[in-house]
């Protein structure tokens, strides 16, 4: 571990919430488009390749998440041994992470969600190419999700399930929905939470 130096992580929270929210939704609003049509230029089914980058979303969220969750474990260890305040060493460890968040290895991250992605039955690619294609979106959102995590509270993605009732306070429709459908029948993009409240909604497209 470098040095460490306070970053007041938690004074700062409100701006760097609302700068990780703002590159969440330019994720959605332009790098997810960038990468739906690449993928055109191989697989012409769309729901097949809306599937694929939701899926690979979902999966940037869990993977940055769990190696956030090893990457404090480890600094609060090292911190532990010396942290004498006067800040707790909750506040401590959370401000290391913030100010030396480069340590973060995202490449395996990015090695984990095309792993997963590799074994999910709802998803696949024609043989001539591979998920690594997306690796580039796959590495930005793993980075911002792990960013996500040193914010009190942490953002997350909604958990979304096909066939789930459409609720208008979640999901956005799709252009192409059947908009008098009540049910979901896949997923575009994932909704983002805190608390287990939606403050960015996701995309789905619904079908009777």
């Not at 997350?156 to 999901?171: H, Q």
Request: charged share 25%; net charge negative; glycine share 4%.
């Amino acid at each position: 571990l470098r040095s460490w130096s306070p970053g007041r992580a938690i004074y700062i929270n409100p701006s760097r919430r609302a700068c990780l929210v703002a590159r969440f939704g330019f994720i959605y609003a332009q790098e997810r488009f960038d990468a739906e049509t690449f993928l055109r230029t191989y697989i012409s089914d769309t729901e097949m390749v809306q599937r694929i980058i939701y899926t690979a979303a979902v999966e940037s969220f869990h993977a940055a998440k769990m190696a956030y969750w090893k990457f404090k474990i480890h600094v609060r260890e090292i911190l532990c041994l010396s942290h004498s305040g006067p800040e707790p060493l909750e506040d401590a460890v959370l401000d290391y992470i913030v100010c030396h968040k480069d340590q973060y290895d995202v490449h395996a991250s990015v090695r984990e969600v095309i792993r997963s992605m590799n074994i999910n039955p709802k998803i696949s690619f024609p043989p001539e190419i591979d998920f690594i294609v997306l690796s580039t979106l796959i590495q930005e959102l793993c980075c911002l999700a792990f960013s996500m995590q040193t914010l009190i509270p942490p953002l997350d993605v909604a958990f979304g399930v096909d066939g789930e009732l459409f609720d208008e306070t979640k999901y956005y429709r799709s252009s192409d929905s059947d908009f008098t459908a009540a049910f979901v029948a896949y997923h575009v993009w994932p909704a983002l939470i805190e608390n287990g409240v939606v403050i960015v909604k996701g995309e789905v497209v619904t079908k009777r």
